[in-house]
């Protein structure tokens, strides 16, 4: 475990309340979906907070940020509000993609989240080429990539790596390596289940990290991110972690153990990082019954708003198929 | 008569300005759109060093430099979506893909990103691509390299597709594909590269919303795109021998479609072939014919009658090649047909 000494109370406060903002918002979706105010697919990141978390930290408001279907966390802790998010679960016209992507779709222009990509792998070449136009217009920003573990088995993932570094491009290559592709275990689906060693093969900096431990994934993501911005090419991080739900609603989880669901609950990185907070003497019982407080209330401040919010009328259907002529928008560059 | 109105592209005169070929017309429009705007750059398999595939870009390496004249590794699907990706962030990016049998490898990335974001976000990210990809078949190349599958392209909603006919279409559309705010395709049938023609005109931009009628007529609507077209053309003139008077309409845009040039043009002659060199199952044609029916039944008076190619992949022996594709021959025997059946 990365030791608490120099963390700041502060910082381990925002820390442990992003990781509660992530964990309370998806519980309440799962709540939802089985009221049937969810529908679709529901991907659920519960267990996973301190990837996305950690990882965002080390981001400043000018990087891109591409996710994938499992990006609830991700979008939240990137800046785009829980009402937004709820409300585009709803599928309401005030969601953040105006209720035409849902939970898989999550799109936010002003922190640059590009998605929400369902296809696994296909997010990937998008990183690539933001990338590509910072460097080709000089910038110095970083296009964040999150994937996981089953995207290492796609062509896309290899096209994009050897792309990326034949080409030194500024991308952060995130994979959050939960040992699932859906229902197959990394094992029975990856010749080499060392992931960061695949990258590693077409010449980048890449290394594991422990995806449990907030303040691990922080630190290696802040020494990726920078050199990544000050021209080091390409950078890999494998967060290993663990995906403590189903992998959809409708997983009845046939192909693992209570007993190894069980195990990885032991290392929960909400419990281990609060735990570690106090033995440091750095979280009293009211501050944490605060944390949560504000975690609750951000949660049901984001059901209020989806509850209200409005359906886009019919007749606006086969909007947004093309780009409207005027005012259309250029895209933030 | 004529139904052309002044607003859509028309034949050139034949006394107008400089010939050209169609691959130089690509190029030049290629190169005064990098030199007009730096956002611009061309990313492929073998654009730079070798000079494309098709010479499209023979000589632009030496002009802008390896940073904007981008070879690509073989990997369509991570170019394609480089490609997209770039374009989000605010680059204008024509991507070449060698030829429309290679796009399937980047299929994901033209389905399932680039003609979706617009819609799944909710209006906020569009994708100003610019995809060219060579088509078509009559090249002995057998069924891996032959095919067109511009028609397969055209069903997809968020996508427009257009496919250059003419030597002025192949330069002028690119301007206005750039400034699209949307992905455009743009199919360059390879057997037009060679083909001379009228250079494209500064002071005639084209569009990417009209079929043209590049021969007017009475007695019969030939409607094509793309490599069939000059086929077309030469059947209309062996019609016109034997006294038929056949009117030709090149699409030119296949998504979103003119429907109302062709059903002007079937409301005065009454009689429609559609020429085209995708499969006929589920084709391009399938659906011009369609719209004819829904909108425009009654002003037919004979069943309308198509010429694409045979059902099978694309052969290498060149008599069962010429055999599956659209002919002058074929073409010429269908509107007689039709014709006669009047």
């Given at each position: 475990m990365t030791p608490t000494d120099g963390l700041t109370r502060e910082h381990g406060h925002e820390l442990l309340l992003d990781m509660l903002r992530i964990r309370r918002m998806e519980e309440r979706c799962a709540e939802l979906y089985q009221k049937t105010k969810i529908r679709g697919f529901l991907h659920l990141y519960i267990g996973e907070e301190a990837v996305a978390v950690g990882a965002m930290r080390a981001l400043t408001p000018d990087d891109a940020v591409v996710a994938t279907y499992r990006e609830h966390g991700h979008a939240l802790i990137r800046g785009v509000s829980a009402e937004k998010i709820m409300a585009e679960m709803y599928g309401k016209q005030e969601g953040c993609s105006r209720g035409r992507g849902g939970s898989m779709h999550l799109y936010d222009a002003p922190t640059r989240f590009y998605g929400g990509n369902?296809?696994?792998?296909?997010g990937i070449p998008l990183a690539v080429g933001m990338a590509l136009a910072d460097k080709m217009q000089g910038r110095e920003r970083v296009s964040a990539c999150f994937f996981g573990d089953g995207a290492a088995a796609e062509g896309e993932f290899h096209e994009s790596m050897n792309l990326a570094a034949l080409w030194h491009l500024p991308v952060l290559f995130c994979c959050e390596n939960n040992l699932y592709g859906m229902g197959t275990g990394i094992e029975r689906a990856q010749s080499e289940t060392r992931l960061a060693l695949r990258a590693a093969s077409y010449r980048m900096s890449a290394w594991d990290v422990d995806g449990m431990d907030v303040l691990a994934v922080e630190e290696a993501t802040r020494r990726a991110a920078e050199a990544v911005r000050s021209g080091g090419g390409p950078h890999f991080l494998e967060f290993r972690t663990y995906r403590f739900r189903a992998h959809s609603m409708f997983d009845p989880e046939l192909y693992r153990s209570k007993e190894e669901v069980a195990a990885w609950k032991e290392r929960d990185p909400i419990e281990l990082f609060r735990q570690r907070l106090r033995d440091a003497e750095l979280l009293t019982d009211d501050e944490d019954a605060g944390l949560e407080a504000l975690a609750s209330d951000e949660v049901e401040r984001a059901v209020a708003f989806a509850e209200a919010g409005t359906w886009e009328p019919v007749e606006d259907l086969e909007r947004f198929v093309l780009s409207e002529p005027a005012p259309q928008r250029e895209v933030a560059s | 008569m004529t139904v052309t109105t002044p607003d859509r592209p028309q034949v050139a005169p034949e006394s107008a300005t400089a010939t050209t070929t169609y691959r130089e017309a690509v190029r030049e429009a290629i190169r005064a759109a990098m030199r007009a705007d730096d956002r611009v750059f061309l990313m492929g398999e073998d654009v730079g060093r070798y000079g494309g595939?098709?010479?499209?870009?023979?000589g632009l390496l030496e002009e802008f430099g390896e940073e904007r004249i981008r070879d690509t590794p073989l990997s369509e699907s991570a170019f394609v979506g480089a490609g997209i990706g770039a374009a989000m962030a605010g680059m204008r990016p024509i991507v070449e893909i060698m030829t429309v049998n290679f796009s399937l490898l980047a299929l994901d990335q033209i389905l399932n990103t680039a003609a979706t974001v617009l819609h799944m976000s909710g209006g906020l990210f569009n994708v100003p691509l610019v995809i060219r990809m060579a088509t078509g078949g009559g090249r002995q190349l057998a069924a891996q390299h032959s095919h067109s599958l511009e028609g397969w392209y055209a069903h997809i909603p968020g996508l427009k597709v257009v496919a250059p006919g003419t030597v002025e279409d192949a330069g002028g559309m690119l301007a206005p594909a750039l400034t699209d705010p949307d992905p455009v395709l743009i199919f360059e049938n390879a057997l037009l590269y060679n083909r001379e023609g009228p250079a494209p005109d500064p002071e005639r931009p084209v569009d990417l919303v009209h079929a043209a009628v590049r021969r007017p007529g009475r007695d019969v609507s030939l409607i094509t795109y793309g490599g069939s077209l000059h086929k077309t053309l030469e059947a209309a003139e062996a019609l016109e021998q034997s006294g038929i008077s056949a009117e030709v309409i090149d699409l030119r845009v296949l998504r979103p479609l003119d429907t109302e040039t062709v059903l002007a043009s079937v409301a005065h002659t009454h009689r429609v072939v559609l020429i085209d060199e995708g499969w006929k199952t589920g084709s391009l044609a399938a659906e011009v014919i369609a719209r004819i029916g829904e909108r425009a039944f009654y002003d037919l008076d004979v069943p309308p009658a198509r010429v694409c190619s045979a059902e099978v992949p694309l052969p290498y022996a060149k008599h069962l090649e010429e055999a599956a594709l659209p002919s002058v021959e074929r073409i010429v025997a269908a509107a007689r047909k039709v014709v006669g059946g009047g």
């Open positions: 369902a296809i696994v792998g296909g | 595939c098709y010479a499209v870009s023979m």
